[in-house]
Nanobody, 125 residues
Framework: QMLLVESGGGLVPAGGSLRLSCAASGRPIDQDDMAWFRQAPGKERAFVAAITWQGTRTYYADSVKGRFTISRDNAKNTLYLQMNSLKPEDTAVYYC??????????????????WGQGTQVTVSS
C-alpha cells in the first residue's frame, strides 16, 4: 500500500512561487507515472500535471503551461511541483496521485489512485 503525503502549500501573493512536494512511502514510485491534481472550492478535481516513471515525458493542463514544472526524484521517492507566476485562480487544494490505469489518457482522475491528503495553496490578489 502506497502512502502519499503532500507538503509545501501556503499563502502567497499573485506573481509569487511555491514548490510542492509529495513524499511516498510503503513502496517505491520508480515504476509509476505520477500526477498532480487540484480542487478549488465548489469545483471538481482537475488535472494539473503528470510525469512518466522515468521522468522523460511531462504533461500539463493548458492553464498552467509555462508556469508550473513537474519533476521527480526516484532516489528520494518524491514528486515535486514548482509553481511560478501564481494567479488567484490557482487557489486550490493540491493532490498527488499514482497512475493506476495505463492508456493514452493522462488527464482523468479515475486513472489514478493512492491519493494524498492534499496541501492548500492560496494566492492572494
Amino acid at each position: 500500500q502506497m502512502l502519499l503525503v503532500e507538503s509545501g502549500g501556503g499563502l502567497v501573493p499573485a506573481g509569487g512561487s511555491l514548490r510542492l512536494s509529495c513524499a511516498a512511502s510503503g513502496r517505491p514510485i520508480d515504476q509509476d507515472d505520477m500526477a498532480w491534481f487540484r480542487q478549488a472550492p465548489g469545483k471538481e478535481r482537475a488535472f494539473v500535471a503528470a510525469i512518466t516513471w522515468q521522468g522523460t515525458r511531462t504533461y500539463y493542463a493548458d492553464s498552467v503551461k509555462g508556469r508550473f514544472t513537474i519533476s521527480r526524484d526516484n532516489a528520494k521517492n518524491t514528486l515535486y511541483l514548482q509553481m511560478n507566476s501564481l494567479k488567484p485562480e490557482d487557489t486550490a487544494v493540491y493532490y498527488c496521485a499514482r497512475r493506476r490505469v495505463y492508456d493514452s489518457d493522462y488527464y482523468a482522475s479515475s486513472k489514478y489512485d493512492s491519493w494524498g491528503q492534499g496541501t492548500q495553496v492560496t494566492v492572494s490578489s
